[in-house]
C-alpha cells in the first residue's frame, strides 16, 4: 500500500477516537471495501505504528485506495474544547478535519467527543454561507420507516433563526438519504394548538410556515408524534434533540433486555421465542443503532459524519458509506441555495 499525497475526493477517517480502537475502524473499512466497490479513496488517519500491523492483518496492505495520515495524539472524551484545539495540534480529529480544510479530502468520518469535533469543525471548515450554525442530523426508526432527527446536539441553545435552517438541512438531508422528494417538516413542542410553545419555538414556527414551498412544512408537534411518522424531518435545538436520541437508544435496550427475560421465563414462552426468531431478527436489524450509524454535521463547508463513541465495525461500515454518498453529491450547493432563500423571506419586514 503506497501513500501518495491525499487528493480531493477522499474519506479522512479518524481512527484513534472510539472506545473500540483502531482495529475496529479497520475492521468497517475492509467491510466498506468489499461491500462498495466503487468506494471513494480513504486515508486512515491516526498513530501509523499501530495502524500499518492492524491493515496488514485485515489483508488490506495492498488496498489501492487506502493511505495513511499520520497523526501522533488522540483526542479523549475527557479533553475540553479549548485544551483540544490548543493542545493537541496533532490529534488525529483535528488532522482529518485539516484534510478538508486544505483541500486533500472532502470528507471526515469520526467517532471522537461531539463537542470538539462540532467545535473544531466549525472553526476550520466554517459554516456554509447563510448557515450560522451547524448541526447533527441522525437516521432515527418510526413507525413504517426512518426519520431525520436535527439538531441531535450540535447546538444546545438554538435561535428561532437556527430552527429554521435546521428544517431546511434535515429537508436536504432526508431527500438524499431516505429518498423522500417532499419530506414533510415537522417542529418538536409541547403542543400543537398556536402560542403553546415557547418564545423560540413560537418564532420558529412563524418563520416556517413563512417560508412557503420552499419546504414542506407540516406545523408543530409533540413527543408522543415522533415514533408514529407524523413527519419525515423533526426539527428542535440540539438540547431537546440530545434528550430524545439518547432516550430512544436506551429504550432499545430496555425493550431488548425485557425481551429476553420475558422470553427465558417458562419453556412455553422459549418455545414461541424459537417459532418467532425471524420477526424478532428483522426487527432488531430494523431499530438496532448500527443501520444509521452515523450522524451527518450539516450546514459546513465539507462533510463530517459523527459516529457514536462506542461503535462498532457494523456502526462504522455505515458512517463511511454515508459520507461516501454525501460527498458524491452537490448537498452543500442546494442547502446554500435554500438557505438564502430562506434567509430572505424570515428578514422580510412584516406587512
Given at each position: ?320 458509506h454515508d459520507a461516501d454518498v454525501c460527498l458524491r453529491t452537490n448537498l452543500n450547493q442546494r442547502i446554500e441555495a ?14
Amino acid at each position: 500500500m503506497s501513500d501518495p499525497t491525499p487528493t480531493t475526493g477522499s474519506i479522512a477517517v479518524d481512527a484513534m477516537g472510539g472506545d473500540l480502537g483502531p482495529a475496529e475502524v479497520v475492521a468497517a473499512l475492509k467491510l466498506a471495501f468489499a461491500a462498495y466497490p466503487d468506494l471513494s479513496p480513504v486515508i486512515l488517519v491516526g498513530d501509523e505504528a499501530l495502524l500499518r500491523p492492524l491493515i496488514a492483518d485485515a489483508g488490506l496492505a495492498a488496498e489501492a485506495k487506502l493511505t495513511v495520515f499520520h497523526a501522533s495524539e488522540v483526542v479523549s472524551m475527557e479533553d475540553d474544547v479549548m485544551t483540544a484545539l490548543r493542545r493537541k495540534k496533532d490529534a488525529s480529529m483535528l488532522r482529518a478535519l485539516e484534510l478538508v480544510k486544505d483541500g486533500k479530502a472532502a470528507a471526515v468520518v469520526s467517532t471522537g467527543s461531539t463537542k470538539i469535533l462540532v467545535a473544531a469543525g466549525t472553526l476550520k471548515l466554517r459554516p456554509i454561507e447563510g448557515v450560522e450554525r451547524p448541526a447533527l442530523a441522525p437516521v432515527i426508526p418510526c413507525a413504517g420507516g426512518h426519520l431525520v432527527l436535527i439538531d441531535a446536539g450540535a447546538n444546545p441553545e438554538a435561535t428561532a433563526r437556527h430552527l429554521v435552517h435546521n428544517a431546511i438541512l434535515g429537508t436536504h438531508y432526508c431527500r438524499l438519504e431516505l429518498g423522500i422528494e417532499r419530506p414533510r417538516v415537522g417542529l418538536l413542542t409541547i403542543g400543537t394548538e398556536e402560542g403553546k410553545g415557547n418564545a423560540i419555538t413560537n418564532a420558529a414556527h412563524e418563520s416556517l410556515k413563512s417560508l412557503g414551498t420552499l419546504i414542506n412544512y407540516a406545523g408543530p408537534i409533540e413527543g408522543f408524534q415522533v415514533f408514529l411518522r407524523d413527519v419525515d424531518v423533526v426539527v428542535c435545538d440540539g438540547f431537546t434533540g440530545n434528550i430524545c436520541l439518547k432516550t430512544w437508544e436506551s429504550l432499545v435496550k430496555f425493550v431488548g433486555r425485557e425481551l429476553k427475560t420475558f422470553f427465558k421465563a417458562n419453556p412455553v414462552r422459549m418455545l414461541a421465542a424459537v417459532l418467532g426468531r425471524g420477526a424478532l431478527t428483522d426487527l432488531k436489524h430494523r431499530i438496532q443503532p448500527e443501520r444509521y450509524g452515523g450522524a451527518p454535521l450539516l450546514g459546513l463547508r465539507g462533510c463530517v459524519v459523527k459516529a457514536h463513541g462506542s461503535a462498532n465495525r457494523l456502526a462504522l461500515l455505515s458512517a463511511i458509506h454515508d459520507a461516501d454518498v454525501c460527498l458524491r453529491t452537490n448537498l452543500n450547493q442546494r442547502i446554500e441555495a435554500d438557505i438564502a432563500s430562506a434567509n430572505v423571506l424570515i428578514d422580510k419586514p412584516a406587512a
